[in-house]
């Protein structure tokens, strides 16, 4: 049983949080460039190269790439044979996120939802976060983060097809959901679907979705083509970046599935949108 | 397309000549106000109570900044989505209100109120709180200060790079920009 010390993660959290919402990834960066070198419209060419330049600007001053600087988000894996000393692991990434969102000069944006009241004082700093725990085989913990904005996420939509709706019916939602959010959500953006599992996993899978980078492939040839199809019809939209009409308005679209054997009930096709503003801070470490 | 430079307070003058999709660079003062600050405000107006700034030419800024970390003026600034502030804007835009600065789209209520009483809604660059930090030269925070990032801040900005989304005439930039690019 390999042991890992609470101070360790603790201090792991903090780091990445603060350098992720500091530093573009580079996959969001490349896709950002090559999204300028193909967009047709001048004002959101314009718009693009601001994007970039605000990006050298938060690197060289540490400076947070947007004040929006979310909810802090963990898909969580461990494995069975490490243990963590000094606390729970649940209780160092409270602390890890506090710190960050703290020590790193980010935006404290967790409130009570009915007083709206901020519970930086009663909860702590930006707590709580949103985890997802997995158990898995193995001696290491494998952490995602993600620094979620709110504008990206109102914009974000789940339902429950039938059947019968098929492809067609998720390429129409996906349509819809992307064309009623405009301009709201930050474009360009990367588009978060899961498909299968049930209502509430669904949602889970499209925010998962999010965390595989930008320009890579979905391992699942069938998805892989569909992925492209569906970003090749909402970049017929016209939105372009911030909503002022372009062609560059999706960066690519991320389908999940439930695993093994892409799951759902025989009766249901559950379909979650979960839209990244073009600001995806996503981070990965293994400790 | 054209591109002004203008000091706030905007006059009748100022706005009259904007058309959506024109380039502005703003120097002056600003505002800063989201949901929580636009309520008490809305508030005081219908009470008959005075402002804690003076509306008549104002431009508000909808911004929750980070905190700023030692010897900076503000933290990352960038705007946040504007629809939020939807039932609160068109009384201020009848008592003096002459621009906003936001993101995203805007109801009918805020385009009528701004043909109505000359007022403009401007788009600044969503997601680009750094580069935005770097044309604010000064910011204190005039009232609510318990709202935290909510607070209303009296900032001072330099050539602050925002875009006409809604003008006087009805204009809308989004679905403008949008119609032109759509292909079907």
Redesign the interface.
């Known amino acids: 049983m390999r042991t890992v010390h609470y101070d360790d993660i603790v201090k792991a959290i903090r780091d990445t949080i603060i350098y992720s919402t500091t530093h573009l990834s580079e996959d969001m960066h490349k896709a950002l460039q090559e999204a300028l070198e193909k967009e047709e419209s001048i004002v959101s060419k314009a718009v693009l190269e601001q994007l970039l330049e605000n990006a050298e600007i938060a690197a060289s001053e540490e400076k947070p790439l947007c004040q929006d600087t979310g909810l802090a988000i963990f898909f969580v894996k461990v494995g069975s044979d490490v243990q963590v000393e000094g606390g729970t692991l649940k209780e160092a990434i409270y602390e890890g996120t506090r710190r960050g969102y703290e020590e790193g000069y980010l935006r404290a944006s967790t409130c009570d939802c009915f007083t709206r009241a901020n519970l930086k004082d009663k909860v702590g700093y930006n707590l709580p976060p949103i985890i997802y725990f997995d158990l898995v085989e193995g001696d290491k913990i494998d952490i995602e983060f993600a620094a979620k904005g709110g504008g990206s996420e109102n914009g974000s939509r789940a339902t429950v097809l039938a059947p019968a709706q098929g492809k067609e019916g998720i390429l129409n939602f996906v349509k819809q959901v992307v064309s009623d959010a405009g301009p709201n959500v930050c474009p360009p953006i990367v588009v978060g679907v899961g498909v299968g599992g049930s209502f509430d996993y669904a949602a889970v899978m499209s925010k998962h979705a999010l965390f595989r980078d930008v320009g890579t492939s979905n391992p699942d040839p069938e998805l892989d083509a569909f992925e492209k199809e569906i970003q090749e019809e909402l970049n017929k939209l016209g939105i372009g970046a911030m909503g002022m009409g372009g062609t560059q308005t999706v960066l690519g679209v991320h389908i999940e599935t439930y695993q093994p054997g892409r799951m759902c009930h025989i009766a249901s096709l559950p379909v979650a949108v979960n839209i990244q503003c073009h600001s995806s801070r996503h981070a990965h470490i293994t400790i | 397309?054209a591109e002004y430079k203008l000091q706030t307070p905007l006059s009748d003058e100022d706005v009259s000549q904007l058309k959506a999709?024109d380039i502005v660079y703003l120097s002056g003062t600003l505002y800063t106000a989201r949901?929580?600050a636009h309520k008490r405000l809305v508030d005081l107006i219908l009470n008959g109570e005075p402002l804690p700034f003076d509306l008549q030419g104002a431009v508000i800024y909808y911004?929750?900044?980070?905190?700023?970390?030692p010897g900076e003026v503000i933290?990352?600034?960038?705007p946040?989505?504007s629809?939020r502030m939807d039932s609160y804007a068109p009384i201020l835009i009848e008592h003096g209100l002459k621009g906003m600065i936001g993101?995203?789209?805007r109801n009918q209520d805020v385009k009528e109120a701004c043909k109505k009483y000359k007022a403009v809604y401007f788009?600044a660059?969503?997601?680009?709180?750094?580069?935005l930090?770097?044309r604010i030269k000064d910011a204190k925070v005039i009232a609510y200060p318990e709202l935290?990032?909510e607070a209303v801040r009296e900032i001072v900005v330099e050539d602050f790079?925002v875009?006409v989304v809604n003008d006087i005439y009805g204009n809308d930039?989004?679905e403008?920009?949008?119609?032109?690019?759509?292909?079907?």
């Open positions: 397309m999709g949901d929580a911004v929750g900044p980070t905190p700023p970390k933290g990352s600034a960038g946040t989505t629809y993101k995203g789209k788009g660059v969503g997601g680009a709180g750094a580069l930090a770097k935290g990032p790079p875009v930039l989004y403008e920009g949008r119609k032109l690019w759509a292909k079907q």
